[in-house]
């Protein structure tokens, strides 16, 4: 701390001249004692992008509607006459909206550009009407060409016979399943008529058993010479057994053959899907208009 005896220090004003003059900016002490050399155009400050007086970039004008013009273009003919109408539509497009839209289209350096670009699509159209570039764009080469002599799609048609195959097979299964279902119901038919049978053949014989002293002797006699009842519920268990073993095989193949439909039908529908992928691939690898146009140009300029 300072001492009470030693004078005060005096601070130091700033005079409202100098305020004046500087005008709002004041030198630091680091900028007085720096210097700095700049070379070409770092002298320049950035310009901040809020300053008045910087290029006004305009956004450009919206696109127009979609138009189909391949909708008006017949399916059945063969793809280079499609494209020559697509082409010849689009151009004719373009010189009508020129012609009935003349405002859409400012530019003060060219007053002539609309009828400079009328000039120029209709030259290109008349190129390509009396030129061949669509027709050489479509054009095979000699290695397509020996291929079209061939069976067209060998693995469709494989495909195709492996569908045949399948639906075959599948009405084949249906068939015997269908057949083994009613021979499964008249099993299980004559199962109930036997069961019912022996219900009615064992109470007469249970009748009889219970009550064996009440009969006479000519009665006993005529019992004495028919099967014992011992014998008659082993020979109906056997049957019941033999019986049930046929049940369950027939089940058992029916399962069996239901198993082997489903598989078959599964089987098929991995085949459809397989051919619809191909079938939707081969109409992609055809290309658009636009590339088909782009390799034409392409070819006409390399020839």
């Known amino acids: 701390m300072a001492d009470d005896k030693s004078p005060a220090r005096k601070k130091r004003r700033s005079s409202p001249n100098t305020e004046e003059e500087d005008a709002g900016f004041k030198f630091s002490r680091q900028s007085r004692r720096t210097t700095t050399y700049f070379k070409g155009s770092a002298k320049k400050r950035r310009r901040s992008s809020f300053v008045h007086g910087r290029k006004e970039r305009k956004s450009l004008a919206p696109p127009s509607s979609k138009i189909n013009l391949h909708q008006n273009i017949p399916i059945g003919l063969p793809p280079s006459a499609r494209l020559r109408r697509l082409f010849h539509a689009s151009l004719e497009l373009a010189i009508t909206k020129i012609k009935e839209q003349p405002n859409t289209i400012k530019l003060e350096e060219y007053p002539d550009f609309q009828e400079e670009a009328k000039d120029v ?28 002599n061939k069976l067209p799609n060998p693995k469709n048609q494989q495909l195709e016979e492996n569908a045949l195959n399948c639906q075959t097979v599948s009405k084949r299964l249906q068939l015997e399943s ?34 064996p002293d009440f009969l006479s002797s000519n009665q006993h006699k005529l019992l004495s010479g028919k099967p014992t009842l011992k014998s008659v519920l082993d020979k109906l268990e056997k049957v ?8 369950d095989m027939v089940c058992q193949t029916a399962s069996n053959l239901k198993q082997y439909g489903d598989a078959t039908e599964t089987h098929l529908q991995q085949q459809m899907g397989i051919f619809g992928t191909k079938s939707v691939q081969v109409i992609e690898d055809m290309g658009t208009p636009r590339t088909l146009i782009r390799g034409g140009l392409k070819h006409h300029q390399m020839n």
């Open 178 to 211: 269908s057949k083994w279902d009613e021979l499964l119901n008249s099993c299980q038919q004559l199962q109930d008529i036997a069961k019912q049978e022996l219900q009615e053949y064992d109470d007469p014989l249970k009748s009889n058993e219970e009550c």
């Open 240 to 247: 019941k057994h033999t019986s049930e073993l046929q049940v």
């Open 121 to 148: 699509f209709e030259q290109l159209q008349r190129i390509v009407l009396e030129s061949d570039i669509i027709d050489e764009a479509f054009q095979l080469s000699s290695e397509d060409k020996d291929n079209d």
